[in-house]
């Protein structure tokens, strides 16, 4: 390695010195060696002398790459420090007629202010100006990172261990530790700490929501063998169901969906709409609890009043005076033109959605007429599991291409002020997508299939040949409970495993085959081996960026919306996702210390804009859950039945159950003659020999004409009656919950109180204190309003 020369420049505060060499980095920048004189090596150079003329000490060492290290000392900070009104001491800097001694400020706050002071200087290149991001982009520099803080290089070099050892210190890395969210936020900054704080707080508060539902699962697995609907279905073996595809497919007896039958129950009986209600008011219990967490959180930190605006402007302000303030602007074409593209986006996200629907009306057909007698008994089921599985590769390739189109709106068209306004427009416009990307085969599965495919003689076809899937037979619930289930189980242990595994594998890639420095000695050419070692280590870490924690935020997002929205489908979707939480906070953890290089600590006093999000989806799931009682779920036309044409209304039946005969009252009949292609169906024979005449299919039809009959329009008036009172119930529920919990604690009430009071008597006492030491004045002062006051009488 090159010889090269210490540093010879003090530095005081921050940097403990051995032979005038600092222990610690602010920031690394890397770049190629580039030839001499090109036009990449002046705007480097330029770059450089401009960082050294604010007063950073900047040094290179070379190997694969030129690494320049970033130290800014500790005066540079003053302006920062006093118009940021540093959060990290217990005392505020503030002026007299100089500024007091500078205060102690963490790690964190030293790195994201030069973070800000290296993204902000300019250099002037032939045509333009231009800052480090458009240096990157021109291939100038290759990256520009903070360094992890290791503890062996204090042990090695023998300095202090003050502000040392993080990179070891945080156990929240290891499986069998807590979340220490005070060592998050020293490490990471407030935004990261927040995270983690919102993410073990939900997954706590999912043990909630898990056990009601592995109730609601094993009260199923009970009393499904004793549910009369499960019974008539197991014993009807004389039932004779319509072919389910038009080429070849036979008829088959409904006691062939006796198991589905029974799987059914365990999700569709008397405690799923309880178990929907207490989902909503767990949600709604849920944020409320959150917010007065939240609040005591940023309270401890001195952030509750923190304004993100003031912090953008006083970070300007102590860059460059002359600079002036970004005004607000709003463009009402611009506006409409990003709404009508947006619009556009989710029409193109749904019609992608009727991909699996033509994929299962397809391969139901092609498993039916199979040679395999497996796949001819689960034609359905075999094309709903292998349907959500492609669903799940077409959610994959479209959230690249969803990322993509919500950057274009949000950077191009749009041009926000800020990159907080433009955090917030990205984050509604790709969560947005993604939820119909997520969802929109879901709820056609949950509320459009078999209610829009027709009927027997007069099915609904695509392109005039293939025609829709019907529900499975033992009821539409089933396909919603095993297309959630798929996605679900799929999303959460493939993300998680390549959400690891690709950054590990990256990290032993990048290492393979790198000699490693176990230089022991001491002194100059030591310091720099250590120093170089470190450089290269944090630089073969996985890259991380502004979409790093947004992506984490996005993934808990979409599995709330799993687990909140159609979880009357899916009662262990809570279940889920308390495992998969359990494992992804360590994961994270473990990903950000040590396979990802170290981000740039962001300061913040809440989630932002995902607690807008969280709030929606609160709302969804009342509306979701009501539709798929009301609509999937045959909840209602059992009641229906319970209650106007059971045995039990028409006679005093006290030793029989109210529903039996259901299962005959909610199939109809279908003469075998009207068909309209006979020549396709199968041998018109059942199992005994018997010629068929009459086939049955769910719907509520007379046999005559085949219109709709009464018992149709009372069910549906029962569906939509059950839906209003349902989401306003539940609603009114939700209201009450949220009026009930405080968003903000009354001990943190009470503290901002006091010390308002504090601040106001600290002031009464400064302005007495000036009055006392000027007695003459004020006496003099009160005499002339006296008789000005008389004048004015006179007068």
Partial sequence: MDEIPLMTLPLSGYHETLNSFPTKWDFVLVCDNHSLGSKKDRNKTSFLHELRSKGFV????????????????????????????????????????????????????????????????????????????????????????????????????????????????????????????????????????????????????????????????????????????????????????????????????LSDTCTYAQITHLLDNEGTVLFAIFMAIWATAF?????????????????????????????ELAYNPELDPQLYKHSYIRSTIVLILVLLMICVLIGIAFVPVLYRSMVTVIFTQSNSEFFRERASTMAVITGAVLHYFTIIIMSKVNRRVALYLCTDLEKPRTFTEWEKNFTIKFFTFQFFNHFSSVIYVAFFLGRINGRPGDYVRVGGKWRLEECHPSGCLIDLFIQMAVIMTLKQTLNSVVEYMLPWVRCKFKLFGKPQNNSRGRGKENAWDLCKEQWLRNYHLNEVNVFSLFDEYMEMMIQYSFTTIFVAAFPLAPLLALINNLIEIRLDAFKMVRLQRRMVPSKANDIGIWLLVLEAIGILAVIGNGLVIAITSDFIPMQVYKYTSSPCMQKNYTDIDCLAGYI??????????????????????????????????????????????????????????????FEHVALCIKLIVAWFVPDVPRRVKNKHLTEKHKRLLEKSQVINGILAKCPARSQETQTRTRLEMDNSTEV
């Fill in 58 to 253: 900047i040094e290179t060492i070379k190997d694969i790459k030129l690494f320049h290290g970033i130290c800014a000392p500790s005066w540079i900070f003053q302006n920062y420090q006093f118009l940021l009104r540093n959060p990290d001491s217990k005392s505020r800097v503030c002026y007299t007629e100089q500024l007091d001694e500078q205060q102690e400020m963490t790690t964190a706050t030293r790195i994201r202010i030069v973070s800000f002071i290296l993204h902000n200087t300019e250099i002037q290149s032939t045509t333009e100006k231009l800052k480090l991001r458009d240096l990157i982009k021109n291939k100038v520099f290759e990256t520009a990172f903070p360094l992890h803080e290791e503890e062996y290089l204090s042990a090695k070099l023998d300095v202090k261990r003050e502000n040392l050892g993080r990179f070891q210190k945080i156990h929240w890395a290891r499986w069998t530790e807590i979340q220490p969210i005070e060592d998050i936020r020293t490490y990471f900054g407030e935004k990261v700490a927040l995270y983690f704080a919102w993410l073990s707080w939900y997954t706590r508060t999912l043990f909630v929501a898990a056990v009601p539902g592995i109730i609601l699962v094993i009260y199923g697995l009970i009393s499904f063998r004793s549910s009369q609907v499960s019974k008539e279905i197991c014993a009807a073996n004389t039932t004779m169901m319509c072919p389910l595809c038009d080429q070849k497919c036979p008829f088959w007896p």
């Fill in 287 to 315: 944020l409320e609890l959150w917010k007065r967490k939240r609040a005591t959180v940023v309270t401890d930190w001195n952030l509750y009043q923190w304004d993100e605006e003031e912090e953008d402007l006083a970070m």
């Fill in 664 to 725: 005959n009252y909610s199939l109809s009949v279908f003469n075998v003659q009207d068909f309209e292609n006979r020549k396709d169906l199968a041998e018109l024979k059942d199992a005994m020999g018997n010629e068929i005449t009459h086939c049955r299919y769910r719907d509520y039809r007379n046999s005559e004409d085949y219109s709709y009959t009464v018992t149709f329009w009372r069910i549906f008036a029962a569906r939509l009656a059950f839906l209003i009172l």
